[in-house]
């Protein structure tokens, strides 16, 4: 005999089940503190039940719980402040400064406004923040890797100035990322990526550079974290041409290795890696 379901209790069982599940889906806080001090948000950092919760924008999306979330707001480090060599970027910098920062636009050829306009909405990026989108080392940061394609260097409370470079392959640990520097070294820049729709994670994301006759491109979206791939075979040597910008594609397909996800697969990585670097390396040389 087939037992009898009561409905009612059937219902409020799997309501109860998806109100737990619902719960493992967020985060948690039990205190929250505006440190006044990089010292104090460090001590308090030190805790791994604590936090430092930047914009929060990522980090809501994630699940657990925090004993302690440690907001920077009051420690001066928001705004973009150039000086005759550099741009220095404070940590809470939201993504829309960078956007809308005319100074920084003209010295990237627009790159940082074009890496930055389509991550989610306007909204978003009044909110996110430089630190946050940079301490996470996200695969699919677009923050990530247009800025590494510049002469541009992070500063650690503790750690002092580190290239960014290095540090996109460091280990995550409980410093504090206090400013991005960004070195005015003359030079070109472009960014661009591919998007299943527009506010979506980039699919692959790429950021060509010329610095001083060093041309390097920047592959982010991989879906691991972005990496530099130089011109170590010479392939630009003289100057960009159709040739040259088409070899150079080939080889930065070929040097960078690329995974599969939700939204793509290797394959088509790979193939997008050689058609954008193809195009970015046109509009980088002027190539018509």
């Given at each position: ?27 948690t806080i039990q205190k929250y503190i505006r440190a006044q001090s990089l010292e104090e948000a460090y001590t308090l950092n030190q805790s791994r039940r604590n936090r430092i919760v ?145 506010t979506d994670f980039p699919v692959i994301a790429c950021a060509l550079s010329e610095m001083g006759g060093e041309y390097r491109a920047v592959i982010g979206a991989r879906p691991a ?30 040097s960078a290795p690329t995974g599969s996800n939700t939204r793509a697969g290797a394959a088509y990585r790979s193939h997008l890696i050689r058609v954008l670097v193809e195009r970015s ?8």
């Open positions: 005999m087939i037992p009898k379901i009561n409905p009612f209790c059937y219902n409020r069982e799997k309501k109860s089940e998806n109100l737990r599940k619902g719960a493992l889906l967020m985060i930047g914009g929060m924008l990522w980090l809501k999306m994630g699940r657990g719980s925090i004993n302690t979330a440690i907001d920077l707001c009051d420690l001066n480090l928001a705004g973009v402040e150039e000086t005759e060599d550099a741009f220095r970027i404070g940590a809470m910098t939201t993504l829309r400064e960078l956007e809308k920062h005319p100074a920084l636009n003209a010295y990237t050829c627009g790159a940082v406004r074009d890496a930055v306009k389509d991550i989610v909405g306007v909204q978003f990026r009044s909110m996110a923040t430089v630190g946050g989108s940079l301490w996470s080392r996200f695969g699919f940061s677009d923050v990530l890797t247009v800025f590494m394609a510049m002469d541009a260097y992070v500063e650690l409370y503790k750690g002092g100035v580190v290239p960014l470079e290095q540090f996109a392959q460091m280990k995550a640990d409980r410093d504090i990322l206090v400013r991005l520097i960004v070195k005015k070294t003359p030079g070109r820049f472009v960014y661009t990526a591919m998007r299943n729709q527009r974290r972005a990496m530099i791939v130089r011109d170590a075979q010479g392939l630009l040597a003289g100057g960009v041409n159709a040739g040259k910008a088409a070899a150079f594609a080939r080889y930065v397909s070929d390396m046109h509009e980088l040389g002027g190539v018509l």
